[in-house]
Nanobody, 119 residues
């Protein structure tokens, strides 16, 4: 399984970015939970948002209302719309995919895409 993230970059405070992550490999994408995590310098990786096969979403409390996660099962992509960006949103953003094999979860990670919020 491979995850290819794109869409990061430099944006001014208050601006927006849209991240996208495309999955490929031997998975049935619509049966997986996909999401985004981020890691700022000197900090641990933290949850941004996830979306289940049924479409249920889970967000970090501090990001709810500014970030929106969505999935497209036909294109095997998970997207993250980020609005009203703040300097503290600066981080490397990683897409994630959780698959199941014989009753056990298997986690996959993308390579990360840098988001920098600065004037």
């Amino acid at each position: 399984v491979q995850l290819q993230a794109s869409g990061g970059g430099l944006v001014q405070p208050g601006g927006s970015l849209r991240l996208s992550c495309a999955a490929s490999g031997s998975i049935i994408f619509r049966f997986t939970t996909v999401g985004w995590y981020r890691q700022a310098p000197g900090s641990q990786r933290e949850l941004v948002a996830t979306v289940t096969p049924g479409g249920s979403t889970n967000y970090a409390d501090s990001l709810r209302g500014r970030f929106t996660i969505s999935r497209d099962n036909g294109k095997k992509t998970v997207n993250l719309q980020m609005n009203s960006l703040k300097p503290e949103d600066t981080a490397v953003y990683y897409c994630s995919l959780q698959n199941w094999n014989r009753g056990l979860p298997i986690d996959y990670w993308g390579q990360g895409t840098q988001v920098t919020v600065s004037s």
